[in-house]
């Protein structure tokens, strides 16, 4: 069908986002991953998803990606990448990349990825308690390789927010409860599990919803902030 996974090809341009990569790899998006606008983002997410197209978070995350490039209404999955606009340190799947340039802040990473993976033991799922855990041991992990981190209120924001999307989209948005099998799936492969389980929200996952997981995931970290100004970088 239109839908149907398939995996990118090597001029298809994915990011550092498995959100938007598996719409792109489900045709939820352009399948090349370009000239993306934020309209495609917001119809993308929600008949993927089923995200409401007002959900003012999404909706600033799509519009943000336009600070990406020079171009005026439109960007690559691969642009998403520039560091300190959306993409920050201490991410759950990626490494990060260092002031030097190197590092690959763009690719899934399976070390990196291990923190989440593991996190939980003994249950079947992760939760809001496990995710607040996950983002504070992947923090202090990240630290030990990179000490000069950025580490403000915003990037704390942004890594919560990011982790009640995969609570919401692969598992129960109302609870935040999701089966661990379908988030890896989703990470590793950046695919929608249906074969293994998976069905689209029956309920539309609003503002209010991931607001409410993101601020319980907040509450639940231990998070103290590093150095420095939150900061939004404004081009490329
Ligand atoms: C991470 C962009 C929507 C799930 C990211 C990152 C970017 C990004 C740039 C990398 C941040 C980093 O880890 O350094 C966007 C934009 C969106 C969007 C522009 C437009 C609305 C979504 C949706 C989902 C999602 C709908 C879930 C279905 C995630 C997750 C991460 C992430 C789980 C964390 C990855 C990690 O920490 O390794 N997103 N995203 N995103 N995104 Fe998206
Ligand atoms: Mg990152």
């Known amino acids: 069908s239109a839908h149907e996974w398939q995996a ?19 045709g939820f998006l352009p399948r090349n ?21 007002g959900t003012l978070i999404l909706r600033v995350a ?17 642009d998403l990448a520039l560091h300190g606009t959306l993409e920050h340190d201490a991410s759950l ?36 308690t496990s995710a607040a855990a996950t983002l504070d041991q992947r923090l202090a992990l990240d630290m030990i390789e990179h000490p000069d981190l950025t580490n403000t209120i915003k990037e704390f924001f942004v890594r919560a927010i990011e982790s009640s999307f995969y609570l919401s989209a692969m598992g129960d948005p109302i609870k935040g409860v999701a089966k661990k ?10 695919r929608l599990p249906i074969a293994e389980g998976w069905v689209r929200s029956p309920v539309l996952i609003t503002n209010e919803i991931l607001g409410n997981l ?23």
């Open 93 to 128: 799947s990626r490494s990060d990349i260092f002031p030097d340039g190197s590092g690959d802040n763009l690719h899934f990473n399976e070390t990196v990825f291990s923190t989440l993976a593991n996190s939980n033991p003994g249950s079947d799922v992760y939760n809001i």
């Open 214 to 236: 993101t601020g319980r995931i907040q509450e639940l970290s231990n998070w103290t902030s590093g150095p420095g100004c939150p900061w939004i970088r404004l081009q490329p």
């Open 181 to 190: 099998e379908l988030v890896q799936i989703f990470f590793r492969e950046e």
């Open 33 to 53: 991953g370009k000239n993306i606008t934020v309209d495609m983002v917001m119809d993308a997410i929600h008949d993927g998803f089923n995200f409401d197209k």
């Open 8 to 26: 990118p090809t090597a001029t298809d341009s994915r990011g550092p986002c498995p959100g938007l990569n598996t719409l792109a790899n489900h």
């Open 62 to 78: 799509a519009k943000l990606g336009l600070l990406t490039t020079d171009e005026i209404d439109n960007y690559m999955l691969e």
